[in-house]
């Protein structure tokens, strides 16, 4: 199996998906890593297969979607089971979700839900991943959301409650520089508010594009992963990593899904300016 990922080193990787799998199988791309959503490999399947074949290549990273680790009425336990059925079969360097929650009385909804970020929340989350952790006998590492609305509710700021939330449960934290972009545009706060949270929790970085959309004649930024990282989005990751460092960074992909050349391109390129910004940083 190729070797782990380790904090410190510019590696970038990609999203491997359907699209390039038999591309990245036949020509064997250089990347740092591969990243997959674990929903698409809980069941036996050709694809699962050639996952499998590239293990000896590639790291591999497993992000979750659908463990909703905000659910106050707990997890879905046979779903539980089988993500760490995959863990444990293709042994991934990094395991990840969403502080988010998608599913209620056995009903998934094909989005990752906000919650208000209050100390009730937070001891359901927290409660959730202990469950995880304990699952899969390793750490996740919890990524922080986009947000369009939010909630009055809300008595802790999230870079408090993700910090709050690593110090409890003890897991880490996946740091999307996208999805901090776009929280901080659609609720009017400042992005660099990010930049407290405590950097040895932070495992990795995640960078993609998004749109703006027009909504009653404001502009709305949407997490879509469809377009390159925005320039904006490249100057917050130089920030990021001259702050915290060198992480594993993943440019995620999903939608109008461009040639694997543009997406390896745009992991290059990641590699490069984390580069840099641990350069700085020294």
């Known amino acids: 199996m190729a070797g782990q990922l380790i904090v410190g080193q510019p590696v970038a990787g990609i999203g491997l998906r359907a699209p390039h799998l038999a591309e990245i199988v036949r020509e064997r791309p250089a990347t740092g890593f591969l990243e997959i959503h674990a929903e698409n490999y809980l069941a036996g399947s050709p694809a699962l297969q050639a996952l499998e ?3 000896s290549d ?3 990273s497993i992000h979750a979607v659908g463990l909703s680790l905000g659910s106050v009425e707990g997890l879905d336990e046979a779903h539980l089971a089988r993500v760490a059925a995959l863990v444990k079969r293709v042994e991934p360097a ?4 969403h502080l988010s929650w998608s599913s209620v009385d056995g009903r998934y909804f094909n989005d990752l839900l906000p919650l208000p970020y209050t100390e009730e929340s937070l ?3 927290v409660r959730n991943v202990q469950h995880v952790q304990e699952a899969l006998g390793r750490t996740i590492s919890v990524e922080n959301p986009s947000c ?4 009055a509710q809300s008595t802790i700021s999230e870079p408090e409650f993700l910090a709050e939330l690593s110090r409890r449960s003890g897991c880490g934290l996946l740091l999307d520089v996208n999805n901090i972009a776009v929280t901080a545009h659609n609720l009017g706060l400042v992005a660099n508010d990010w930049l407290d949270l405590p950097g040895e929790a932070i495992t990795q970085y995640h960078l993609a594009g998004h749109a703006a959309n027009d909504a009653d004649g404001e502009r709305i930024l949407i997490d879509d992963h469809g377009s390159r990282v925005s320039d904006g989005v490249w100057s917050l990751f130089a920030e990021v990593v001259e702050r915290f460092g060198r992480r594993p960074t993943l440019v995620e992909w999903d939608t109008d ?3 694997l050349p543009v997406l390896l391109e745009e992991a290059a390129r990641a590699a490069s300016v984390g580069g840099r910004g641990a350069a700085r940083a020294a």
Do not use: H
């Open 53 to 55: 074949s590239l293990r």
């Open 58 to 60: 590639y790291a591999l």
């Open 94 to 97: 990094l395991v990840s979700d």
């Open 123 to 125: 001891a359901v989350v």
């Open 148 to 151: 369009y609305l939010a909630f």
């Open 257 to 259: 899904l461009p040639a």
